[in-house]
């Protein structure tokens, strides 16, 4: 007993230098607060019916487009937006996967985005599509060379093809 009440001090000690390391650490990395609005097209958009349900189809699509900022930080404002995107949709419900690059000159911030679409039916049978989910900044080039981050989005259809979304994160460039 008395082994391990002496060593006490030592373990508090121990515990109290890793979380003044730790918090210092998080304090030293600066959290940038970003939004903007991303509005694209598919230029590429394959589909597959996998037959065993009404209306369940698998999709590969690639869009493109702008990204335009909408937050107190010109963050890729005017950056050109390129989104690969995996979806399992039936009646066009169902988990996305996405990797969107935002480039702009010789930056560029890519995102890993993962979330869910959801279908209403309109008064003429047209499904209206909305989606959300959350995104991790994966890598960057230039001036975001080391992003790192996170954060959320929402969006919608405007045709068969055509898409808005509103994104919001922040980031920080790990030295």
């Known amino acids: 007993m008395d082994r391990l009440t002496s060593k006490r001090p030592i373990v508090l000690a121990a515990i109290v230098l890793l979380l003044t390391v730790s918090v210092t650490s998080l304090k030293a990395q600066k ?5 903007g609005k991303i509005t694209v097209a598919a230029e590429v958009h394959e589909q597959m019916s996998i037959g065993d349900v009404d209306d369940h189809t ?5 869009f493109e487009g702008t990204n335009a900022s909408t937050g107190s930080n010109k963050f890729m404002d005017g950056a050109h937006a390129v989104n690969a995107a ?10 996305h ?7 702009k000159k010789d930056d560029a ?3 890993k985005c993962q979330g869910k679409n959801t279908a209403i039916m309109s008064p003429d049978g047209e499904p209206i599509v909305t989606f959300e989910g959350t995104f991790s900044w994966l890598a960057g080039t230039g001036r975001f060379k080391g992003i790192q981050g996170n954060g959320t ?9 055509i898409y808005t979304v509103e994104w919001e994160g922040e980031y920080f460039i790990k030295k």
């Open 86 to 95: 995996y979806s399992d949709l039936v009646q066009y419900n169902g988990p």
């Open 153 to 161: 989005y929402k969006g919608q259809y405007i045709s068969p093809k």
């Open 31 to 35: 959290l940038t607060k970003v939004s």
């Open 58 to 62: 698998v999709t590969f699509s690639v």
């Open 109 to 111: 911030a890519i995102a």
């Open 97 to 103: 996967q996405t990797y969107i690059t935002l480039s």
